[in-house]
């Protein structure tokens, strides 16, 4: 087996490049995973990149990313009764499953791949978890009316989710192409104007208003927040009211108090109970009676909802490039926004 690896990296003045390293050393509670397709996440990763003209210095530090790939087990530190040598599994982590050819992942952070699930889907297993993780916290009533804005991946599956919980779902965003995949997918109501939002959004919901948004993008989103309040449900004595979910980096500057009405407004952050918690990940566990909806269990749903074709990722992968061109892919993420949405790398 090798001792190396070959793996994305990314400087600190904006340059990407293809590094070789020493594969780490199996640590208990460690699974070492042969990497075929890991997932570029746009915002996460490269949404504070600045693309830079001049040529790389020569002592420039290149430090490898990503954290959502899918492959096969080659080795485990222990005896694990559900993940195995040979194994199919897609795996996420911060530092663990980056955009490389061999990745060493806590056993509670990846999952057996469903055989019809290809390596390809698997590997945004992360940001899907993240999308699902967001649609708990909105805690979604069947019938209720969903306003998402923003279609980049986390839209597009936090969309998808909101459909599946049994919501009326209106998803804007700017760029067609993202509007393409949401309907591909099955989120049958696009607005593609945001400045027509508020309109669309009185139509859509036959006068009763949004009952939950979420903003799933990064930056500043005051204009955003804005017109969101503007399609909320109002009470008979002007209270704005519904759940604002906030799964990205986004900024709001905003008064509160009567200025906002009785609107919740809900941060959700990452995959679930368990992530960052190391000993979680290295395969302790919540009671589950109190902690039901770990990160591991929210890649196991997720994962068979996938298999279920409840959850279509093929439609938003827009581009399948070696690990060779990863750093053009990179550059055409930032650059070109418009023309990308799910971007998967190969090793193989």
């Known amino acids: 087996m090798a001792n190396t690896r070959r793996i994305l990296g990314k400087s600190a003045s904006g340059h990407f490049k293809i590094v070789e390293e020493p594969i780490p050393p199996l640590k208990k509670g460690e699974v070492l995973v042969e990497v075929h397709a890991s997932a570029i996440s746009p915002g996460t990763e490269l949404g504070r990149v600045k693309i830079s003209g001049e ?3 020569e002592n420039e530090v290149f430090r490898g990313f990503g954290y959502q790939n899918a492959g096969i087990v080659l080795e485990t530190s222990e005896d694990y009764p559900h993940i195995k040598p040979g194994q199919r599994v897609a795996c996420m982590g911060a530092g663990y499953a980056v955009h490389g050819t061999y990745a060493c992942v806590p056993i509670n952070l990846l999952c057996p791949l469903p055989d019809n699930v290809s390596f390809e889907e698997g590997a945004f297993i992360a940001l899907a978890a993240t999308s699902l993780n967001a649609v708990r916290r909105a805690e979604l009533q069947l019938g209720e009316f969903v306003l998402v804005m923003g279609l980049g991946i986390v839209g597009q599956f936090v969309a998808q989710q909101a459909c599946l919980a049994g919501t009326h ?14 309907k591909k997918s099955g989120v049958e109501n696009i607005c593609l104007d945001p400045g027509t939002l508020v ?10 208003g949004m009952d939950c948004t979420f903003i799933c993008f990064g930056g500043d989103a005051t204009e955003a927040f804005n017109t969101a309040v503007k399609t909320m449900k109002v009470t008979p004595d002007t209270h704005v009211c519904g759940r604002v979910v906030v799964p990205g980096g986004a900024t709001i500057t905003q008064r509160f108090g009567a200025g906002l009405g009785n609107m919740d407004i809900r941060s959700a952050a990452r995959t679930g109970p368990g992530y960052h918690d190391e000993a979680y990940e290295y395969g302790a566990d919540y009671p589950k009676v109190f902690v039901q909806w770990t990160t591991k269990r929210n890649l196991e749903e997720l994962l068979g909802w996938m298999s279920a074709g ?4 093929k439609p938003m992968i827009t581009h399948v ?3 060779d061109e990863a750093p053009d892919a990179c550059r055409l993420i930032i650059e070109h926004p418009e023309q990308t949405l799910g971007v998967v790398l190969k090793m193989k």
């Open 321 to 323: 490039v070696p690990l």
């Open 55 to 57: 040529k790389p210095a």
């Open 169 to 182: 779902v209106l998803a804007v965003d700017r760029f067609a192409l993202r509007g393409e995949a949401a």
């Open 310 to 313: 409840k959850i279509q990722v």
């Open 199 to 208: 309109e669309t959004a009185a139509k859509f919901t036959r006068g009763y």
